[in-house]
């Protein structure tokens, strides 16, 4: 029994500390790195030619784009979270006035 719950417990941890972590940020993103795990030999990346350049470029903006929407998602979950939190801390619990076109629900 004691060995579930440090095991649930550690679980917990784990899973409340990558919903913590910032966004992966696309900046990191090398055109060496990229260019190998594309398959391309180490001579074809040293020469980086122009299309290769444009690849990776639209290969970073298509991340971009991504982690753009991944972290505004991610930032509308945090204030529809905090939002209800406050409601739940109020002196009546729940909500008091209900107006679906203001209510602290994320799209």
């Not at 991504?66 to 204030?79: A, C, G, L, T």
């Amino acid at each position: 029994m004691r060995k579930s719950g440090v095991l649930l417990a550690g679980l917990g941890v784990a899973l409340v500390s990558l919903l913590a972590s910032a966004p992966a940020n696309a900046r990191n993103l090398y055109f060496d790195i990229w260019c190998q795990e594309q398959g391309h030999s180490k001579e074809r990346c040293d020469q980086r030619t122009p299309e290769d350049v444009a690849a990776f470029e639209d290969y970073w903006r298509a991340v971009e784009k991504y982690e753009e929407r991944y972290f505004v998602e991610r930032e509308d979950y945090v204030n529809f979270r905090d939002q209800l939190n406050t409601l739940d801390e109020a002196p009546q619990p729940g909500f008091q006035k209900f107006d679906p076109i203001d209510s602290p629900r994320p799209n």
